[in-house]
């Protein structure tokens, strides 16, 4: 996930000071040396870099501490206060048209993921924001991608408007804003053509474009692995096209995230979406302030709650929880725990919304635990009904048909067992703390 290794490093450094009876220019000379280097180590413009740490430096030596709040604390609080005005002081959300359509130019050099986080968006406005939204494919220079914004808007249930590669762009385009208006939609979200490279070629097209369409939105596609190349091509972009808001692909795969923190300061453009994964719903709102808890170490709740409701099978959850309260906890109920922990994606992904747990998602081997999971899903799937509603009485053949089902072996189904065996007497144990409680409803 971006932001990782600049997360680790400023919560090191911020550990330097804690314990200090007062901010002196010593403990805070090594602490923002630290902060810079962890900051210059994930990418940050060195300008970028240079202007947040003396900010921190000017506001945080002899600072006044507020009641019941350390001097450590004081300065967390001042880098927590810097980081999100530097991501953005609040959640940059869509600019909907007040009457009429919304148009939504998605632009972007090749490779970056614009088609597919055009789709993304698409599915995401459909399904939170009760929207009709259109796609509009004006790539007619890539091959196959119109077919690829076809197939794409199939999977996600919305419809693609195209009169295809020999149509010129800007018919196209005109054409999609009649059909948008005679068949209801609200929202028009159009594919453009991108290039290995800007080029005048490009722009030009762009510029038509957006001339024609007037859109609400003009969101550049960037791909969070290029760096600070983010930066170049988000300036060019903005001077010569002029953009609204940035979506970020491959959140998930660049642990620096120093290109984003970059282009976000020195362009003032908001990133308004992150792309965390290859899935259609893999795609977040980005929260300046949530962002900016993660890199200093405080976890994001809010989005692991989001992320809960959005992705698991609530009436099932529902369900196996009123069994666990009754004493009624099965197999088929742990079954139920791992298909919903999978939904929320990888373990260290979830335990770096913990708080507290950052440092501890660090030491996970998500493949390995996610091979165990597999597993133990495996053995539980290879067991008869009435075995997961009682495995008490399995035996060596029963465990045995079991392990060669699932592949695995009949140590590992011992564990998955006594696993259960464990977690069944706790769940019974929480059952009687909560009826004995005179506050309990």
Known sequence: MSFDSLSQRMTMALKNIAGKGKLS?????????????????????????????????????GVQVSQGLDPAQE????????????????????????????????IGLQGTGKTTSAAKIAKLIKEKQNRKPL???????????????EALGKSVGVEVFTLGPETDVITTVKRSLIYAKDKGYDTVIIDTAGRLAIDEELMKELSLIKKEVKPQEVLLTVDALAGQSIVENASRFDKQIGISGLMVTKFDSDARGGGVFSVRAITNVPVKYVGTGEKMDDIDAFYPERMA???????????????????????ASEA??????????????????????????SISGIL?????????AGQVNDEEADKKMKSQIAIILSMTPSERQDPSGLRGTHKNRIAKGSGTSVNEVNQLINNFERTKKQMSSMKSMMKNNPFAN
Do not use: C, W
């Open 25 to 61: 220019e010593k403990n805070m000379d090594k602490m923002l040396k630290e902060v810079r280097s962890a900051l210059l180590e994930a990418d940050v413009n060195y300008e970028v870099t240079k202007d947040f740490v003396d900010s921190i430096a000017k506001e945080s030596l």
């Open 75 to 106: 300065v967390v609080k001042i880098v927590h206060a810097k980081l999100v005005e530097v991501l953005g002081t609040q959640q940059a959300t869509i600019n909907y048209a007040l009457n009429g359509l919304t148009v939504i130019m998605m």
């Open 135 to 149: 796609l509009v494919a004006a790539d007619i220079k890539r091959p196959a991608a119109i077919e690829q914004l």
């Open 293 to 315: 808890d993660r890199i200093l170490g405080m976890g994001d709740v809010m989005t692991l709650i989001e992320q809960a409701q959005n992705k698991m099978d609530m009436k």
């Open 320 to 345: 196996s929880a009123k069994r666990i309260m009754n004493g009624e906890y099965t197999l088929d109920d742990m079954l139920v725990q791992f298909r919903q922990v999978k939904k929320m994606g």
């Open 352 to 360: 770096k919304m913990v708080p507290g747990m950052s440092q501890l």
